[in-house]
């Protein structure tokens, strides 16, 4: 049964096991043709679908039934069949949806990034840096609501939210009884508990990990530091409730938060326990392994030099001509 | 006088009655499929008769149910979406108010078609009167022995349930309803799988309409050719219409899919012309999501073609100058009405019913509401009619569920075909809040098709 079937993105094509979803091909290839996404998270099962920054085109159903899709279909939540021809940024019709979509997304949020936490590792200042428009055309006011904490340590900025719903699939998948939720209907839904109250959960810190945005933060990180003046570093120690295998963000010789280790696409290795990410922040508890590698497009590693790989789009010419302004995006960088 | 098969019997005193009911011919089509019919039978004769969904889509009912997975030793389920909540649509409330039997007929031959033991009629949570007829109604029914344990002796078992929803329109659309049903928050699924495959809990589900159910039994009565008869090319049957708007005589009418929409409006057997002696100036065909049309092009299709209430002649022209049969909500328009006020109410509708699941619709719809409330209040300026035309393509099947494309189908074509009353909005604000713009050109004759090319 585990035939791979063959699928086409932007001209590649890969090999990957059927039932694989668009977005996890595109993956495996790399590099610029990967759609962003803001709610899918490959560690929760059932997430994804919401944002619809993944759209792509699907130009050739499969080699059976060689009709092309009629509507852009959501990335993350379509998998793929043999012979499949997608096309992500090679299609101005993806691109311009795509635009559309960041412009939607941004016309509730705050944009105050200034103060915000998760500035510099936040998947939305990066989406809407590369997918979206310079300007807004939203003329009205926000929708804002107050700051809540949700447990002792974690703290719930709801007007930062972008309903990706990924707190909620690891509060149902992750922990054993899911305290908060989304409540009312549209624009006016918001992520909360119950009457405000309080998770307690020894896993209930990794919504702040898969939180895209700021909405969800550490309050024992809140305000100590910008996250590109911080060192991390790979750590582990030998937990009772979990793996124990965290990164450490350093300024000087002070452990100024313990997240799970986030890879390339934004998502942790292995969801961490509170003990380790909120009361063991000192050197001594932990064993460390040594800098974590943090992809060269981000802010925090702005102050490393390390090579430079060369993104998928440089070395093909038909994508090069299919998008010039891709290209020249990747140039710059 | 046209034929009539869902509504024959509406007049008959006490019809809601099992009693009268079944005096009057009902539960025969129940003997019949139970009796003489295999299942594969009755998908077969619903086949033949070309019966399309009556909510809305318009999708061939035999297909869908040929399409329902039968695997070994799962349940199958039939619900019956009575979540009917779309603005300018009342035929099921209506037909589920007077004629409650029809329907639970329609439920027990179309769940023997299935092969499900168990069905639903999810109905929406403000027809509380509604749900008590019902209940009252399956009451009747079990009591005659055509619901529950062994029906009529013939060893087909079916318990029906009603479920009354919490009022929302996004649990008409079927997977939302599943999740409805199944007690969780009433967001739609992202398909596939579809229903047919993995619906409710998780077992092959088939979700159809009132009226699509009720269709049933008239076809499973005089036969799928004899049905296939009545209307109009591939729209067959009748179709309960939900006229209303500045009618002379708005209500449910049944008619023969295939009458022209010039004698539904003015004909005295339907609505019988404006109301007041005023003038038609637009209509909604089917209910609020689908395309509004100024009165030249409903009563003619752009090649000049009298333009009939079937699913074809109504979406002639696709949505340059088309519109569709939706579900049935006929709503009109007369000269005093103004568009830009009727379409803001239409965005505010589906912005408060967005479910909030995905972006597009959630933050779109909110926006485009704003919009147009600016400009119906005189705040507007010249470039908001281009960026409303902007964000609907950006929600325009982009969404989840099709509400994202209903939410921007109504403002798009609203702006297509009366623009020059939105830019009045904005040139003259002051005028525009104290009076309406009026009929202008919208009811002239259309221009022949050759000046159209040659211009």
Redesign the interface.
């Known amino acids: 049964m585990s035939e791979k079937v063959k699928v086409t993105i932007d001209g590649i094509t890969v090999e990957v096991e059927p039932g694989t979803s668009i977005l996890n091909a595109a993956r495996q290839i790399g590099g610029d043709i990967v759609p962003p996404a803001m709610c899918y998270y490959s560690k929760l099962e059932g997430s994804?679908?919401?944002?619809?920054t993944c759209?792509v085109k699907v130009s050739k159903g499969s080699e059976k039934d060689p009709r092309p899709m009629p509507?852009?279909v959501?990335s993350c939540?379509t998998g793929v069949m043999d012979g499949m021809e997608v096309q992500n940024i090679t299609s101005p019709e993806v691109i311009e949806?795509r635009k559309?979509?960041v412009?939607?997304?941004l016309?509730?949020h705050p944009l105050d990034c200034p103060i915000c936490d998760q500035a510099g590792e936040c998947h939305l200042q990066d989406l809407s840096f590369e997918h979206g428009v310079g300007n807004s055309?939203?003329e009205?006011d926000r929708r804002t609501f107050e700051k809540i904490d949700i447990g002792e340590k974690i703290q719930l900025h709801m007007t930062r939210c972008?309903?990706c719903?990924r707190c909620v699939y690891v509060a149902n998948q992750i922990t054993d009884n899911r305290m908060h939720?989304?409540l009312?209907?549209?624009?006016?839904?918001e992520i909360s508990t119950y009457i405000e109250k309080a998770i307690e959960n020894d896993f209930s810190g990794n919504v702040i990990d898969v939180c895209p945005v700021g909405a969800l933060t550490d309050k024992t990180f809140r305000f100590k530091n910008r996250v590109w003046f911080t060192k991390p570093v790979d750590a582990h120690r030998d937990c009772p409730t979990c793996k124990g295998k965290v990164t450490l963000w350093y300024k000087g010789d002070e452990v100024l938060r313990v997240t799970g280790r986030k890879d390339q696409f934004g998502e942790v290795e292995d969801f961490i326990c509170n003990t380790c990410r909120f009361e063991t922040k000192n050197t001594s508890s932990w064993i460390i392994e040594g800098p974590r590698h943090i992809a060269q497009t981000s802010v925090i590693s702005s102050n490393h030099y390390e090579f430079v790989p060369l993104p998928v789009i440089k070395e093909n010419q038909v994508l090069i001509e299919a998008n010039k302004i891709e290209f020249e995006r990747a140039t710059k960088i | 006088m046209a034929r009539k098969l869902l509504l024959e019997n509406i007049n008959v005193p006490g019809i809601h009655t099992f009693d009268v009911y079944r005096q009057n011919g009902g539960y025969r089509s129940v003997e019949k499929a139970l009796k003489t019919m295999t299942p594969d039978a009755v998908v077969e004769e619903v086949k033949t008769s070309g019966l399309r969904g009556r909510g809305g889509a318009g999708f061939p009912t035999g297909m869908k149910w040929s399409f329902l997975a039968k695997p070994e030793g799962r349940e199958r389920y039939l619900v019956c979406n009575a979540d009917e909540s779309e603005p300018g649509t009342f035929k099921d409330r209506f037909l589920m108010t007077h004629i409650p039997h029809l329907l639970i007929e329609g439920m027990i031959v179309a769940s023997f078609a299935l092969g499900a033991k168990t069905s639903y009629i999810y109905v929406r949570g403000e027809m509380m009167p509604q749900i008590r007829i019902l209940e009252r109604a399956i009451a009747e029914a079990k009591n005659a022995g055509f619901l529950g344990k062994n029906i009529l002796g013939l060893g087909y078992d079916l318990e029906l349930y009603v479920q009354p929803g919490g009022g929302?329109y996004?649990c008409g659309e079927e997977t939302a309803l599943i999740e409805s049903l199944e007690g969780k928050?009433g967001n739609p699924r992202?398909k596939p799988p579809f229903p047919a495959i993995s619906g409710v809990w998780a077992c092959p589900t088939v979700v159809n309409n009132v009226e699509t159910i009720a269709a049933v039994v008239p076809i499973i009565n005089d036969g799928g050719e004899e049905y296939a008869k009545i209307g109009n090319g591939r729209s067959t049957g009748t179709k309960l219409i939900s006229a209303s708007g500045n009618l002379k005589k708005p209500g449910v009418y049944e008619i023969e899919l295939g009458v022209p929409v010039e004698e539904f409006i003015y004909s005295d057997e339907y609505c019988g012309g404006i109301a007041n002696g005023k003038r038609l100036k637009a209509v909604v065909a089917g209910g609020s999501s689908v395309p509004i049309l100024p009165a030249n092009l409903i009563l003619n299709t752009i090649n000049g073609q009298p333009r009939l209430m079937s699913y074809e002649s109504l979406s002639d022209g696709g949505f340059q100058s088309g519109s569709m049969l939706g579900s049935g909500g006929f709503i009109a328009f007369d000269e005093d009405q103004c568009i830009v006020r009727n379409t803001w109410n239409f965005s505010r509708f589906y912005?408060?019913?967005?479910?909030?699941?995905?972006?597009?619709c959630?933050?779109?719809?909110?926006?485009m509401e704003?919009v147009l409330h600016r400009l119906e209040y005189g705040h507007g300026k010249m470039s908001d009619i281009d960026?409303l035309v902007?964000?609907s393509?950006?929600i325009e099947?982009?969404?989840?569920c099709p509400l994202g494309d209903a939410a921007a189908w109504p403002v798009a074509s609203a702006i297509r075909h009366f623009r020059d009353e939105f830019e009045w909005h904005v040139n003259e604000p002051k005028e525009a809040v104290a009076r309406n713009y009026g009929l202008a050109k919208y009811a002239d004759p259309l221009p022949k098709l050759e000046e159209v090319v040659s211009s």
């Open positions: 994804g679908g919401k944002c619809r759209l509507k852009l959501a939540r949806a559309g979509v412009e939607i997304l016309i509730n055309r939203y009205f972008i309903l719903y939720g989304i009312g209907r549209g624009d006016a839904s | 929302a996004i928050r992202i912005h408060h019913e967005s479910c909030g699941q995905c972006s597009p959630r933050e779109g719809t909110g926006w704003k960026l902007d964000v393509k950006k099947g982009n969404t989840i």
